[in-house]
């Protein structure tokens, strides 16, 4: 163990923090895409439900293959294992932005806009922080898959803890695996009770006690 | 201040959901839209702050065409009040009240002092404008909801059944505070509603839909008295009609039309006779025009049996009457205060056109604790 970590600690802390990075990145542009597309979504309801059952079919393909497929189209490195994790980003966040909004109290909605709201008063002071604790909800298994994932970046050259995971895998060394396993597991966990946090620090005080006023 | 012409709005194709309704509304008039469920009444209201969109006519609040004016500045002006209260809930009851007011860019100041002057209207403690709304109850939130309504005090105020989903009682003391709300700010109320007794007690005005189209639109009063066609009736039920009669019906309405008389001229030996064949004390006297001279009864015929032989040397001729058209509710206190076992009821020309008793009365009391009878007579035949 302690010989593990005298020559391989150093790669351990650096290759963390790629994987930190590369969740992060995928995650942040999940959130920047994923989000607004729910609001627009929840404008067009007969569309929407198809258009996220079709996201969810692409979703079933296997992640290996769709990280192959980035291959030819974008090369290897970081920047294709970014592109091909926020693909994966996007569902969760999308339909929980949209069920969110979707299921904000219409009787809200309408006594806003009939006090002289305009709709993107109506979404910003209304909608979204009234769907907020699902959205967030949502962020949150994004991130914890998303970490998982990203073991996979390795793969195509990204980088991260997968590295070790590849490595150990090919050179028979289980030690190689578990390091690259335990800290992705506890990142995961970390991410997940941080964002736990946020979602209790962001969810407006009136809402914390009850979702419904009559 | 708010006008309808030839208003028609249709959802697709089908028929109209309103159709070429035409109104004026007064400022500073209460007026009430009843109807069966679907027969309009919403979308008429919504047209008004152009929630919904009109298909044909014109809407004009204070002269001006709404479909000229930005919808999202026009609704700012006027005030709008729903069932479902719909109070922000992730506000508190201050940001909730003048929340208008933020829409308009409100200073802090302004928008709190005016929070703090509207909680007063409706008896509530100024702490629970640090309330969220889950923690109040139903009553109050929809005080607020009204609150909110007259924020920055527009001139017209849009209700959609604002009490509807509140509890009997607490719904009774909102009518109450709010009818008095209303008189003190002079506000033009439209106010939809499906309960007719909440009409009859909030309205100046009712306007009774059906279909889309406007039924009747006149005051509780005239409804109750002149009911525009069966329908009508109808809704405004049997029960509210016989309760509704005191008020507005007339002494012609509940008389006993076939009052035992004599004509001048009969001998009392007659007059005793049909007392006995009539079972009563009592007789009117009339001439051959029907016009009603003066009364006779048996005491008098009992002094003077042996003085006169026909009933006008005898009869009382200061007698008291009625006249046919007048209001029930006006002249039931002065039959009772004279105590008096009956009046004789007159047309204009003084003709005697039936009688009201005491057991006249009676009856009409019973009538309108025990409906018509039928009930009773189906509590009868349960019985057996
Ligand atoms: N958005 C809508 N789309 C289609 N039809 C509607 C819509 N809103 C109301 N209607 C129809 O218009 C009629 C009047 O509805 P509404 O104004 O809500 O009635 P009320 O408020 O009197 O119950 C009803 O037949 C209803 O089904
Ligand atoms: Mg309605």
Known sequence: ????????GNELIIKTWEHLYISMAAILLGVFVAVPLGIL????????????????????????????????????????AII????????????????????????????GKGMGMSA??????????MALPVIMAGIRLSTVYLIGWATLAAFIGGGGLGDFIFDGLNLYQPSLIIAGTVPATILALIADRLLAFLENRLMPEGLKNSYETA | MLEFHNVTKRYGNGKPAVNNLNLTIKKGEFVCFIGPSGCGKTTTMKMVNRLIDITEGTILVDGKNIKEQDSVKLRRSIGYVIQ????????????????VGTLLNWTKERKDKRARELIKLVNLPEEYLDKYPHELSGGQQQRIGVLRALAVNPPLILMDEPFGALDPITRDALQEEFKKLQKELNKTIVFVTHDMDEAL??????????????????????????????????????????????????????????????????????AITKMRDGRVDSLLITDSDNVLKG???IESINNNYKKASKVENVMETNIYSVSQDSLLRDTIHKILRRGAQYVPVVDENHRLVGIVTRA???????????????ELEEIVAQAE
Do not use: C
């Open chain 1, 1 to 8: 163990m302690m010989n593990f970590f005298a020559t391989h």
């Open chain 1, 41 to 80: 979504l929840s404008r067009a309801p007969n569309f929407a439900d198809r258009f996220i059952s079709f996201i969810g079919i692409l979703q079933t393909i296997p992640s290996l293959a769709i990280l192959a497929f980035f291959i030819p189209i974008l090369g290897v490195g970081k920047l294709p």
């Open chain 1, 84 to 111: 091909a994790l926020f693909f994966y980003s996007l569902l969760p966040i999308l339909r929980n932005t949209y069920i969110g909004i979707r299921d904000v109290n219409p009787a809200v909605v309408e006594a």
């Open chain 1, 120 to 129: 993107l008063q109506s979404i910003i002071k209304v909608e979204l922080p």
């Open chain 2, 84 to 99: 479902q209260i719909g109070l922000m809930p992730h506000m508190t009851i201050r940001e909730n009240i003048v929340l």
């Open chain 2, 201 to 270: 007690k909030l309205a100046d005005r009712i306007v009774i839909m059906k279909d889309g189209e406007i039924v009747q639109a006149d005051t509780p009063e005239e409804i109750l008295r002149n009911p525009a066609n069966e329908f009508v009736e109808e809704f405004l039920g049997k029960d509210r009609l016989i309760q509704g009669r005191p008020d507005v019906t007339t002494v012609g309405q509940i008389m006993n039309s076939t009052p035992i008389t004599v004509q001048i001229g009969t001998t009392l030996k007659s």
């Open chain 2, 295 to 297: 009364f006779l009864d």
């Open chain 2, 360 to 374: 006249t009365l009676a009856t009409l009391v019973y009538d309108t604790i025990w409906g018509d009878g039928t």
